[in-house]
């Protein structure tokens, strides 16, 4: 006889619930039987730093006083490294300079132009120089300009072999110019003005070189930009007189809408009133450079011109130069048309009485020297009857003239 199955009682096999004695779903093993296979070890604490709360009062100040110390050391190693590093490959850009007749030279030159991408401008550990190295290098070299018992054509040798030997590959080329920039616009502060000199020097060797778009952007940035409340841009006016070449082609690349103000009708003035002939001569010898500076700086120099509503020092002394301009270009040697003039007679009649009287002067001036747009003048405003300024001198003496030799009166 079956004995009465005890309270809770459950099968270890299965579930009798459903007669089968098959496990059921979520079966667990007896809770005595051994475990399949021994528990994992708890995994040791986590190191934790103590926070500064846990810490021994001064023992923070000794470990920050302790790595900044370091720092600091490692810091005037590397100051005191790339100095000597310097020093070292300008003395030897001097000494290349005195051998150039030698057998080795291209060797050595070579030699030094690696030297000079391996750790100044390229180094292993990064790409660039750091900001102060940059500033100890220009600091360097405007002593080194600042030496008088250098011999100038040494010192554009070695200004040429630091910051300009490697333009025929373009990267470094680059790196070595966006150090360049820096260096004239610290040196135009401290006035070192043979740095313009040999700079411009290159250029002339070199005229399509993109360096000379990015100094002049670089000096007009910083010195023409700004308010002229500051008068940051009286920085510029010396360079006329230190440095002839540079400021001509200043003139020629660097002069563009965007610049128009106050600072550059004072510095333009203030170049061209000071000796024209010099910089005329030096057009004169320079054909290329002559016309860029007729095609694209003139016509701007005209327009602002007449564009000037009031009268003061400056804007005078800049209608003087324009007029000095127009009246002694040599015409013969490099010819010019300044259209510029039929745009600024098309608008006319907005202008006020001061800048009608600039635009008839130059206009008067051009035609004497034969830069005036004359044939698309007639051809645009000889059937005109506006503006009001074409019934004056002398614009009426020009259409009556073409009327006469066209029914040959």
Same mark, same amino acid.
């Given at each position: 006889?079956?004995?009465?199955?005890?309270?809770?009682?459950?099968?270890?096999?299965?579930?009798?619930?459903?007669?089968?004695?098959?496990?059921?779903?979520?079966?667990?093993p007896?809770?005595?039987?051994?475990?399949?296979?021994?528990?994992?070890?708890?995994?040791?604490?986590?190191?934790?730093?103590?926070?500064?709360?846990?810490q021994?009062?001064?023992?923070?100040a000794?470990?920050?006083?302790?790595?900044?110390?370091?720092?600091?050391?490692?810091?005037?190693?590397?100051k005191?490294?790339?100095?000597?590093t310097?020093?070292?490959?300008?003395?030897?850009?001097?000494?290349?300079?005195?051998?150039?007749?030698?057998?080795?030279?291209?060797?050595?030159?070579?030699?030094?132009?690696?030297?000079l991408?391996?750790?100044?401008? *390229? &180094? +292993?550990?990064? #790409?660039?120089?750091?900001?102060?190295?940059e $500033?100890? %290098?220009?600091?360097?070299v405007? =002593? @080194?300009?600042?030496?008088?018992?250098?011999?100038p054509?040494?010192?554009?040798?070695?200004?040429?072999?630091?910051?300009?030997?490697?333009?025929?590959?373009?990267?470094?080329?680059e790196?070595?110019?966006?150090?360049?920039?820096?260096?004239?616009?610290?040196?135009?502060?401290?006035?070192?003005?043979?740095?313009?000199?040999?700079?411009?020097?290159?250029?002339?060797?070199?005229?399509a070189?993109?360096s000379?778009?990015?100094?002049t952007?670089?000096?007009?940035?910083?010195? *023409? &930009? +700004?308010?002229? #409340?500051?008068?940051?841009?009286?920085g510029? $006016?010396? %360079?006329?007189?230190?440095?002839? =070449? @540079?400021?001509?082609i200043?003139?020629?690349?660097?002069?563009?809408?965007?610049?128009?103000?106050?600072?550059?009708?004072?510095?333009?003035?203030?170049?061209?009133?000071e000796?024209?002939?010099?910089?005329?001569?030096?057009?004169?010898?320079?054909?290329?450079?002559?016309?860029?500076?007729?095609?694209?700086?003139?016509?701007?120099?005209?327009?602002w011109?007449?564009?000037?509503?009031?009268?003061?020092?400056?804007?005078?002394?800049?209608?003087?130069?324009?007029?000095?301009?127009?009246?002694?270009?040599?015409?013969?040697k490099?010819?010019?048309?300044?259209?510029?003039?039929?745009?600024?007679?098309?608008?006319?009649?907005?202008l006020?009485?001061?800048?009608?009287?600039?635009?008839?002067?130059?206009?008067?001036?051009?035609?004497?020297t034969?830069?005036?747009?004359?044939?698309?003048?007639?051809?645009?405003?000889?059937?005109?009857?506006?503006?009001?300024v074409?019934?004056?001198?002398?614009?009426?003496?020009?259409?009556?003239?073409?009327?006469?030799?066209?029914?040959?009166?």
């Amino acid at each position: 006889m079956d004995r009465p199955r005890p309270q809770h009682f459950r099968p270890r096999g299965g579930n009798p619930g459903r007669g089968r004695g098959q496990p059921y779903r979520g079966h667990r093993p007896h809770p005595y039987a051994p475990p399949s296979r021994p528990p994992r070890p708890n995994p040791p604490p986590p190191k934790r730093t103590p926070t500064p709360t846990q810490q021994q009062a001064g023992q923070i100040a000794q470990q920050q006083a302790q790595r900044t110390k370091n720092t600091m050391e490692l810091n005037l190693h590397k100051k005191k490294t790339f100095r000597n590093t310097m020093k070292t490959c300008i003395e030897a850009a001097k000494l290349l300079a005195k051998q150039k007749n030698d057998p080795d030279f291209s060797k050595n030159f070579a030699a030094l132009q690696s030297k000079l991408d391996e750790l100044i401008y *390229v &180094k +292993p550990d990064q #790409a660039t120089m750091t900001i102060q190295q940059e $500033l100890d %290098l220009v600091r360097m070299v405007i =002593e @080194f300009y600042k030496d008088p018992a250098v011999d100038p054509s040494i010192r554009y040798d070695c200004f040429y072999t630091i910051f300009l030997a490697r333009e025929a590959q373009p990267r470094l080329h680059e790196r070595r110019i966006s150090v360049l920039t820096r260096l004239c616009s610290i040196a135009l502060q401290l006035e070192v003005f043979p740095i313009f000199d040999d700079l411009a020097t290159y250029w002339l060797k070199n005229p399509a070189d993109p360096s000379i778009s990015l100094v002049t952007e670089r000096l007009i940035n910083d010195f *023409v &930009k +700004p308010p002229p #409340a500051y008068s940051i841009f009286m920085g510029l $006016l010396p %360079l006329r007189e230190k440095a002839l =070449e @540079f400021s001509c082609i200043f003139l020629s690349h660097g002069i563009n809408a965007d610049v128009y103000g106050p600072q550059i009708v004072t510095i333009v003035g203030q170049w061209l009133t000071e000796d024209l002939t010099d910089t005329l001569e030096f057009f004169g010898e320079h054909p290329a450079l002559a016309k860029r500076f007729g095609e694209t700086t003139l016509p701007l120099l005209v327009q602002w011109d007449v564009d000037q509503e009031n009268s003061s020092e400056e804007t005078d002394r800049f209608h003087c130069a324009i007029t000095g301009l127009i009246v002694f270009w040599p015409q013969k040697k490099n010819p010019l048309s300044l259209d510029v003039f039929i745009n600024l007679i098309s608008t006319a009649d907005s202008l006020q009485p001061r800048q009608i009287t600039r635009l008839l002067a130059n206009s008067t001036n051009a035609i004497n020297t034969g830069m005036f747009p004359t044939q698309r003048f007639i051809e645009t405003f000889a059937n005109a009857a506006t503006p009001k300024v074409l019934r004056q001198s002398p614009f009426a003496e020009l259409i009556e003239k073409s009327f006469e030799n066209k029914f040959h009166f």
